[in-house]
């Protein structure tokens, strides 16, 4: 009976000793609850007060636990946020800056059109809006119709353009530049204006086009005159020389004439580029044109010419380019050889090349500018109007092409021209 008693007793304090247990074990656990609660609560008002700008908040709880640690990261993390933050601000302030220091004016877009930035000197082409957002689309409140015209069609297209834009009485020179910050897409806008630039360059064609007009007459004149005086034997032997000086020297001002007709006529250019040409035989041709010459010289005229290249442009301005090349190499090779080359290498390419005095390093870069003349025997050679590099370079430039130029003192000079291909026929 005893033991009995014992076991039942046994049996109850077990019992009541896992309630107690139980019990403590609830309360530790909402203590814990409230606690990780109340924790948690602290860092998400300390997030949310980050979300808001204000970056002061710092976590603090007394101890080493893991929420101690956890906040002062946390603390750590949005203290360094902020630091980003004003450094953000400050850069953005001093692109601010630069943008409205300059007298041009400058727009950013983005891929939805908002006019997200703009300098002072923008604000004449802008409508004056009140009352609206800070961020308004480009054609809300741009006043041009030119201009919300390119800005549509540059956000379309995503790559780099330039158009000239008449607006009102001025000229401006539209360009826009495409990028990407922060995954985003934008769209940069710069407007120059080059009313007076065109004004200058203008004037200069006129007068050029007026001055190349009115020599032609005189030139005929005294061409004319000197064929008589030459075909009446009028002048004695001793005068020969004079007469043939004269006879030279009207004879390059003519082709000084006829070369600043052509350069100020490509300044201009307007015409569509659009004709098939067969480069290869374009090549060929102008190069029978030019055996007499170079056998007069005694040079080697050779040509190496690969067959069915073809390219788009115009036919009379690819000939003045070849033969402005190939009459250079003629005129300033004394010995040795003249080569013409077309090939394909990506580009239709024309290569020619003499055995001639050479380049100085120092000149190349200069070669292409009108009436350049070279310090060394090319400039000593007569007959060139000093415009036909330039007129070849801008007839290059037309056609959206290269030239290149490979040279040494006293072994002779290379010109490469690469154009785009339209195709090629084997």
């Known amino acids: 009976m005893i033991y009995i008693l014992s076991a039942i007793l046994f ?18 656990l909402i203590f814990n609850y409230i606690f990780i609660k109340s924790e948690l609560l602290k860092l998400e008002n300390m997030v949310k007060t980050a979300k808001e700008k204000d970056f ?10 893991e929420f101690n640690r956890l906040g002062i990261a946390t603390s750590e993390l949005i203290e360094s946020l902020g630091k980003l933050r004003e450094i953000r601000r400050l850069r953005e302030q001093e692109f601010i800056t630069i943008l409205n220091a300059m007298d041009m004016p400058v727009f ?32 809300e409140i741009l006043r041009y119709e030119e201009l919300i015209a390119f800005i549509k069609e540059a956000i379309v297209s995503e790559s780099q353009r330039e158009e000239k834009l008449e607006i009102e009485d001025s000229l401006f020179e539209a360009i826009s530049f495409p990028f990407i910050s922060r995954s985003e897409k934008f769209t940069l806008f710069l407007l120059e204006d080059v009313t007076v630039i ?3 360059a203008k004037m200069e064609r006129e007068f050029i ?25 009028l002048i004695k032997k001793n005068g020969e020389k004079f007469l043939n000086a004269i006879k030279e020297n009207s004879e390059r001002m003519e082709n000084l004439v006829s070369d600043l007709a052509k350069f100020n006529e490509l300044e201009v250019w307007k015409k569509p580029l659009e004709q098939e040409i067969d480069f290869s035989s374009t090549v060929k041709r102008i190069y029978e044109t030019f055996l ?17 290249v ?20 003629i005129r300033y090779t004394e010995s040795g050889s003249v080569e013409l080359a077309v090939y394909v290498n990506v580009f239709a390419t024309l290569q020619v090349k003499d055995t001639g005095p050479g380049i100085l390093e120092r000149d190349i870069s200069h070669l292409f500018e009108p009436f350049f003349r070279v310090e060394n025997s090319r400039s000593r050679v007569g007959g060139g109007s000093g415009l036909g590099l330039a007129i070849s370079k801008r ?23 690469q154009l785009i291909l339209l195709r090629k026929i084997n």
Request: proline fraction near 3%; charged fraction near 25%.
């Open 108 to 139: 950013i877009a983005d891929q939805e059109g908002r006019l997200i930035v703009h300098n002072k000197a923008s604000k004449s082409f802008m409508r004056i809006v009140q009352d609206e957002p800070s961020v308004k689309y480009y054609y």
């Open 11 to 28: 049996s109850a304090g077990q019992i009541i000793a896992g309630w107690v247990f139980f019990a403590l074990s609830s309360v530790i």
């Open 198 to 200: 065109e004004r200058v």
């Open 395 to 417: 007839i290059i430039d037309l056609h959206k092409g290269k030239i290149s130029i490979e040279s040494k003192i006293g072994e002779g000079s290379k010109f490469i021209v």
């Open 209 to 233: 086009s007026s001055v190349s007009h009115e020599l032609r007459t005189p030139i005929s004149v005294i061409k004319g005159a000197l064929e008589i005086i030459e075909s009446e034997k």
């Open 56 to 65: 002061t908040p710092k976590y603090v709880y007394p101890g080493l636990s």
């Open 292 to 308: 007499q010459s170079a056998k007069g010289k005694n040079l080697d005229f050779k040509l190496n010419c690969e067959e069915g």
């Open 310 to 329: 073809f390219i788009k442009g115009d036919l009379f301005l690819i000939e003045e380019l070849i033969r402005n090349l190939v009459n250079n190499a």
